[in-house]
């Protein structure tokens, strides 16, 4: 199943949008990069999307949460948090420490991303990108 088919119709996603993001990822990281990550999720079937979909909203609250309770980014309930969020990127491309870094830095540089992860709690975004540079030095690098 093409990756138009499997996202199309999912909340906040679309075919169209699919296709746009690939764009611009090829633009970014070359057509081989979008290549691979299409063929890692050839394989899917629409429950499958819906599934990694609704993980990344389980683990944007579960952050969410931790981020409104007054947690550092560095505690151990945040980290295990970050892994998740790893291997739900995983998924779809696998990034070494410096790529998962500036993964990290474009959800909070780029409004689009911020956007998403803010909808959950205002400066998630933020958060999540320091996280995410606490995980790639102590468990990537």
Do not use: C, N
Not at 13 to 29: I, L, S, T
Not at 32 to 60: C, F, N, P, Y
């Amino acid at each position: 199943m093409s990756t138009e088919h499997i996202f199309a119709g999912l909340p906040g996603y679309g075919a169209e949008q699919q296709r746009e993001y690939e764009r611009e990822a090829a633009d970014r990281w070359g057509q081989d990069a979008v290549d691979a990550s299409r063929a890692r999720i050839s394989g899917w079937t629409k429950q499958d999307a819906a599934a990694s979909m609704e993980e990344h909203a389980a683990l944007s609250r579960d952050l969410a949460a931790l981020m409104a309770e007054g947690a550092s980014v560095e505690d151990p309930r945040v980290q295990a948090v970050v892994a998740r969020h790893h291997a739900w990127v995983s998924q779809f491309w696998a990034p070494d420490a410096d790529a998962y870094e500036g993964l990290g830095r474009m959800y909070a540089d780029d409004e689009r991303f911020a956007a998403t992860y803010d909808a959950f709690a205002p400066g998630l975004a933020a958060y999540l990108r320091d996280a995410i540079a606490v995980y790639a030095v102590e468990v990537l690098a």
